[in-house]
T-cell receptor
Framework: NAGVTQTPKFRILKIGQSMTLQCTQD?????MYWYRQDPGMGLKLIYY???????DKGEVPNGYNVSRSTTEDFPLRLELAAPSQTSVYFC?????????????FGEGSWLTVV | AQSVAQPEDQVNVAEGNPLTVKCTYS??????LFWYVQYPNRGLQFLLK??????LVKGSYGFEAEFNKSQTSFHLKKPSALVSDSALYFC??????????FGPGTRLSVLP
């Protein structure tokens, strides 16, 4: 059982470039999330999805886009990369329904924009 | 809005001593509280959660947490710390939108 898988693990981007962080989960979870983690700042929610075809903004959505065409996949798109987007990105998933459901995280994607 | 505070950026304890990592929360309605641990260059791993019932919750790796409604706290504890417990610990609360709100994290260092 792979859980939540993110690629790439590390990436260096130049300012103005675009890229997509891939995320897939094999637990048939309804909910999927993208967080960013900045040093000493904890995790900030970028976007989330409650199921295929449904996405919504989190706390820090500017500069990012997402799509959810299948239950398994939830890619995060960075358009026109900026140094402020240098961060560690985590994809996560959980079951819909029941506030006690646990959230499962991927291993993270380290992104540097130079 | 739900929020979580972890008042200590860093906690240092000697190996074999008890450890406590503090968390306080603010929610409207019933709290659904979680603790996660993050080892270097890894994703967050689930430790334990409080949904309802006993105020003392037991979790993975010998950790436990005590829910205190009157003090709105959910402190993480372990009777005897190990060097391998050194990591970043996050407290989280689940809001009515079913999203998780995380605290800023507390770095635990267990000294040999």
């Amino acid at each position: 059982n792979a859980g939540v898988t993110q690629t790439p693990k590390f990436r260096i981007l130049k300012i103005g470039q675009s890229m997509t962080l891939q995320c897939t989960q094999d637990m048939n979870h309804n909910y999927m999330y993208w967080y960013r983690q900045d040093p000493g700042m904890g995790l900030k929610l970028i976007y989330y999805s409650v199921g295929a075809g449904i996405t919504d903004k989190g706390e820090v959505p500017n500069g990012y886009n997402v799509s959810r065409s299948t239950t398994e996949d939830f890619p995060l798109r960075l358009e026109l990369a900026a140094p402020s987007q240098t961060s560690v990105y985590f994809c996560a998933s959980s079951y819909l329904g029941g506030f006690g459901n646990t959230i499962y995280f991927g291993e993270g994607s380290w992104l540097t924009v130079v | 809005a739900q929020s979580v505070a972890q008042p200590e950026d860093q906690v240092n304890v000697a190996e074999g001593n008890p450890l406590t990592v503090k968390c306080t929360y603010s929610v409207s309605g019933n709290p659904y509280l979680f603790w996660y641990v993050q080892y270097p260059n890894r994703g967050l791993q689930f430790l334990l959660k409080y949904i309802t019932g006993d105020n003392l919750v037991k979790g993975s790796y010998g950790f436990e947490a005590e829910f205190n409604k009157s003090q709105t706290s959910f402190h993480l504890k372990k009777p005897s710390a190990l060097v391998s417990d050194s990591a970043l610990y996050f407290c989280a609360v689940r809001d009515y939108g079913q999203n998780f709100v995380f605290g800023p994290g507390t770095r635990l260092s267990v000294l040999p």
